[in-house]
């Protein structure tokens, strides 16, 4: 601890020294109102959507103190990432309480679902320096992006050009951590693209916890005079000790993983005066090897690959009576492993929206259906609608209700072994959600509260029936009730002609599993049931930025802890030098299963930009 206050203070020591040498600009801080959300087919400005939605900007991104997504969104008041080691070696993403197979995240739209568990959403999670924003979709979403959006969805949105541009960047710090990356934007007359590389390693900060992490990304515009079309591909592949993620300590097992996931899309979208058709084709695989024994290959390995092959196109027309959405997405999945045998699944989904305004446009509602088939699940359908009054210049007030479903993952289905166990019989989840709210958007403050319910039936968990029995079996819980609050603060200001942003937020969770004894289930009684976060960003000198971030969590478990992050950031011409501290003040605390996060840590940057 005393080493590190040591180490800011250097840092800024060396700031005041060159401050008087240095012309290097402000870093802007994003306007929230000229944000356009992206879905699939109704695009509207971030202040005109009757959702609740957050907006992870690049500058948000910049101050994070963050080194990968799953880091970053932990910062997010209702979004609970619960991570079982660093380097974003392996992690599960939760909204409002719903599950790992719950959440949807999509890259540029396009939907990253696993067939084969959700634990394996975040293996396509991108490197920080590609990403332009991150759209948070709160609520069921289903009807806009179908069943896997249960409880929300995330969508990655990729930077789209760099004009002609190479940065390399070096880390290195506790547990051995050392990490290296370059990307490199080129501008070629009738193309755009923009290829990052990076590889993060580290020893480990317990035993078994050491990890080989690499990332590759291409995205290319091409025919852009004419008819562009947009190709994106990326390789993640992770390599990691997995030291009781999955099972206890005293089972003895010393346990490691490696996946790999691929992404490849093409997309183009086609415009007239009134209609945009924005069809797309693409290719996602996800690769996974887990041992219960490292050095013991023999002892017990499951392997699976799933592949999904998918088709869409989606289309906006604006007529008189205001904007219609719809569109086609057909996908096909196969799954080959040694443990849940060679399955495959087919789906199709059919979406119609439409966006009505009245009262001189201070009034939409937004009805809307999803239908979906699924090969193993039959035919299902998830209507919703969405409303939203403008009361006044940059204050709207809305509300929402859906329905929403989820398919069981193959691993829900046939998975045994590690101490749990599928179930061939169990029924899809169902539920039903409402929500209303209001916020605030200006460039200088804002601000958004909600309240929401969620009446569910079916929920999937891995529960057993007393403490002597050591399998979890995947079950069907009859009913579950979930309701909650969110609020979240925005303040940008200057001192001194310096930008300075001030972002709270604070989530409350409550619902009825805990009728049930914890020690019964694996997953569904580690909910967050208060959720504080804050982060504090703060320019004093021209060429040094500082950030401090603050998570308070209460899971239902009773268990609770604080955790402080902070950087500093020196921009010195083309070079930029950092220093990042992680739970500075030594907290113990465990965020999914067995494994204890790390103690306070620090990470050095040196990133150089080429002219």
């Given at each position: 601890?005393?080493?590190?206050?040591?180490?800011?203070?250097?840092?800024?020591?060396?700031?005041?020294?060159?401050?008087?040498?240095?012309?290097?600009?402000?870093?802007?801080?994003?306007?929230?109102?000229?944000?356009?959300?992206?879905?699939?087919?109704?695009?509207?400005?971030f202040?005109?959507?009757?959702?609740?939605?957050?907006?992870?900007?690049?500058?948000?991104?910049?101050?994070?103190?963050?080194?990968?997504?799953?880091?970053?969104?932990?910062?997010?008041?209702?979004?609970?990432?619960?991570?079982?080691?660093?380097?974003?070696?392996?992690?599960?993403?939760?909204?409002?309480?719903?599950?790992?197979?719950?959440?949807?995240?999509?890259?540029?739209?396009?939907?990253?679902?696993?067939?084969q568990?959700?634990?394996h959403?975040?293996?396509?999670?991108?490197?920080?320096?590609?990403?332009?924003?991150?759209?948070?979709?709160?609520?069921?979403?289903?009807?806009?992006?179908?069943?896997?959006?249960?409880?929300?969805?995330?969508?990655?949105?990729?930077?789209?050009?760099?004009?002609?541009?190479?940065?390399?960047?070096?880390?290195?710090?506790?547990?051995?951590?050392?990490?290296?990356?370059?990307?490199?934007?080129?501008?070629?007359?009738?193309?755009?693209?923009?290829?990052?590389?990076?590889?993060?390693?580290?020893?480990?900060?317990?035993?078994?916890?050491?990890?080989?992490?690499s990332?590759?990304?291409?995205?290319?515009?091409?025919?852009?005079?004419?008819?562009?079309?947009?190709?994106?591909?990326?390789?993640?592949?992770?390599?990691?000790?997995?030291?009781?993620?999955?099972?206890?300590?005293?089972w003895?097992f010393?346990?490691?993983?490696?996946?790999?996931?691929?992404?490849?899309?093409?997309?183009?979208?086609?415009?007239?005066?009134?209609?945009?058709?924005?069809?797309?084709?693409?290719?996602?695989?996800?690769?996974?090897?887990?041992?219960?024994?490292?050095?013991d290959?023999?002892?017990?390995?499951?392997?699976h690959?799933?592949?999904?092959?998918?088709?869409?196109?989606?289309?906006?027309?604006?007529?008189?009576?205001?904007?219609?959405?719809?569109?086609?997405?057909?996908?096909?999945?196969?799954?080959?492993?040694?443990?849940?045998?060679?399955?495959?699944?087919?789906?199709?989904?059919?979406?119609?929206?439409?966006?009505?305004?009245?009262?001189?446009?201070?009034?939409?509602?937004?009805?809307?259906v999803?239908m979906?088939?699924?090969?193993?699940?039959?035919?299902?359908?998830?209507?919703?609608?969405?409303?939203?009054?403008?009361?006044?210049?940059?204050?709207?007030?809305?509300?929402?209700?859906?329905?929403?479903?989820?398919?069981?993952?193959?691993?829900?289905?046939?998975?045994?072994?590690?101490?749990?166990?599928?179930?061939?019989?169990?029924?899809?989840?169902?539920?039903?959600?409402?929500?209303?709210?209001?916020?605030?958007?200006?460039?200088?403050?804002?601000?958004?509260?909600?309240?929401?319910?969620?009446?569910?039936?079916?929920?999937?968990?891995?529960?057993?029936?007393?403490?002597?029995?050591?399998?979890f079996?995947?079950?069907?819980?009859?009913?579950?009730?979930?309701?909650?609050?969110?609020?979240?603060?925005?303040?940008?200001?200057?001192?001194?002609?310096?930008?300075?942003?001030?972002?709270?937020?604070?989530?409350?969770?409550?619902?009825?599993?805990?009728d049930?004894?914890?020690?019964?289930?694996?997953?569904?009684?580690?909910?967050?049931?208060?959720?504080?976060?804050?982060?504090?960003?703060?320019?004093?000198?021209?060429?040094?930025?500082?950030?401090?971030?603050?998570?308070?969590?209460?899971?239902?478990?009773?268990?609770?802890?604080?955790?402080?992050?902070?950087?500093?950031?020196?921009?010195?011409?083309?070079?930029?030098?950092?220093?990042?501290?992680?739970?500075?003040?030594?907290?113990?605390?465990?965020?999914?299963?067995?494994?204890?996060?790390?103690?306070?840590?620090?990470?050095?940057?040196?990133?150089?930009?080429?002219?």
């Amino acid at each position: 601890m005393k080493h590190i206050g040591l180490l800011f203070t250097f840092l800024l020591i060396s700031a005041f020294r060159l401050h008087a040498q240095q012309e290097e600009p402000m870093i802007k801080i994003d306007s929230l109102s000229e944000v356009v959300v992206t879905s699939n087919r109704i695009d509207l400005p971030f202040k005109e959507n009757s959702r609740t939605i957050n907006i992870v900007t690049a500058t948000d991104i910049k101050n994070s103190s963050a080194v990968t997504i799953a880091d970053l969104l932990q910062q997010v008041a209702g979004v609970d990432i619960r991570r079982r080691g660093t380097g974003g070696s392996q992690a599960d993403l939760f909204i409002r309480g719903g599950g790992f197979d719950q959440t949807l995240l999509l890259i540029d739209g396009i939907k990253m679902d696993d067939a084969q568990t959700g634990h394996h959403i975040m293996n396509a999670a991108l490197p920080l320096e590609v990403i332009e924003r991150i759209e948070i979709i709160k609520g069921p979403a289903a009807r806009v992006f179908g069943q896997n959006a249960f409880s929300g969805a995330i969508n990655i949105v990729t930077k789209s050009n760099l004009s002609n541009s190479v940065s390399a960047n070096l880390e290195a710090g506790s547990f051995g951590q050392l990490n290296g990356s370059l990307t490199v934007g080129s501008e070629l007359g009738n193309s755009t693209h923009i290829f990052h590389a990076g590889k993060m390693t580290s020893e480990g900060y317990r035993n078994n916890s050491d990890y080989n992490n690499s990332n590759f990304f291409l995205k290319s515009i091409f025919n852009k005079k004419d008819q562009p079309i947009e190709m994106i591909a990326t390789f993640l592949e992770r390599k990691f000790g997995a030291q009781n993620f999955y099972t206890p300590s005293s089972w003895g097992f010393n346990e490691y993983e490696e996946t790999q996931n691929s992404l490849v899309a093409f997309t183009t979208t086609f415009k007239s005066e009134k209609l945009k058709i924005r069809p797309r084709v693409y290719w996602k695989r996800n690769q996974d090897m887990f041992l219960l024994q490292r050095d013991d290959p023999n002892f017990f390995r499951n392997f699976h690959i799933t592949d999904k092959l998918g088709a869409e196109a989606n289309a906006a027309y604006t007529s008189k009576l205001g904007i219609t959405g719809f569109g086609i997405d057909l996908s096909k999945v196969y799954l080959r492993s040694n443990n849940l045998g060679h399955r495959n699944r087919f789906m199709t989904t059919l979406f119609l929206e439409h966006r009505f305004q009245f009262a001189d446009d201070r009034l939409d509602i937004t009805p809307g259906v999803a239908m979906t088939y699924f090969s193993d699940f039959k035919f299902n359908a998830f209507p919703g609608l969405d409303i939203g009054f403008d009361m006044a210049n940059n204050l709207k007030a809305y509300g929402n209700i859906g329905f929403t479903y989820r398919i069981p993952t193959y691993t829900d289905l046939y998975y045994n072994g590690g101490g749990s166990a599928g179930n061939p019989d169990l029924e899809p989840e169902e539920a039903f959600a409402q929500e209303l709210g209001i916020k605030y958007i200006s460039p200088k403050i804002g601000a958004s509260i909600s309240v929401f319910n969620r009446d569910a039936t079916n929920l999937i968990d891995y529960i057993r029936p007393n403490t002597e029995v050591e399998t979890f079996t995947a079950t069907n819980i009859a009913e579950v009730n979930t309701k909650g609050l969110e609020i979240d603060v925005a303040y940008n200001f200057k001192l001194d002609d310096f930008n300075q942003s001030l972002a709270i937020g604070y989530a409350f969770l409550d619902d009825n599993i805990l009728d049930q004894n914890e020690e019964l289930s694996r997953y569904s009684l580690n909910t967050l049931k208060h959720h504080f976060t804050t982060r504090f960003s703060t320019q004093l000198l021209k060429n040094v930025r500082q950030n401090i971030v603050y998570k308070y969590a209460e899971r239902t478990t009773g268990q609770t802890y604080n955790v402080w992050d902070a950087s500093i950031v020196m921009t010195l011409k083309q070079v930029e030098l950092s220093i990042m501290a992680s739970n500075i003040f030594d907290a113990e605390y465990i965020e999914s299963g067995f494994t204890p996060m790390p103690p306070s840590n620090v990470l050095f940057g040196l990133r150089y930009s080429f002219k």
